[in-house]
């Protein structure tokens, strides 16, 4: 049985950094495509970042670009995303999927996409 479990979230002063994790059981995220989408209230769920199997080639939304890292650990079987430089705009529950499509000019999911629970993200002074 595939399990994510996101962690990482929290409250941040504008300007600051979160680094977010998943982890990942009954999957080894090396050879799978792992991306993480996010969700504001009244909003429809975005693609933030994506890292594909193998190579581990990288793409990142366009107002995420400078800001936002993914990377992977595959001895710990997790996904990270180091966000730095944080916006209000940026608040949002952030979700990992594994099963996606990353490619370098976008990331989604199919009928097969495998969500981790969320985590919260709240920008705000």
């Known amino acids: 049985q595939v399990q994510l479990v996101e962690s990482g979230g929290g409250l941040v002063q504008p300007g600051g950094s979160l680094r977010l994790s998943c982890a990942a059981s009954?999957?080894?995220?090396?050879?799978?495509?792992i991306g993480w989408f996010r969700q504001a209230p009244g909003k429809k769920r975005e693609g933030v970042s994506c890292?594909?199997?193998?190579?581990?080639?990288?793409y990142y939304a366009d107002s995420m670009e400078g800001r936002f890292t993914i990377s992977r650990d595959n001895a710990k079987n997790t996904v990270y995303l180091q966000m730095n430089s944080l916006k209000p705009e940026d608040t949002a529950v952030y979700y990992c999927?594994?099963?996606?499509?990353?490619?370098?000019?976008?990331?989604?999911?199919?009928?097969?996409?495998?969500w981790g629970q969320g985590t919260q993200v709240t920008v705000s002074s």
């Open positions: 999927a594994a099963e996606i499509l990353c490619m370098p000019y976008g990331l989604g999911y199919g009928e097969f996409v495998y």
């Open positions: 009954g999957l080894t995220l090396e050879y799978n495509a």
């Open positions: 890292i594909s199997s193998g190579d581990g080639s990288t």
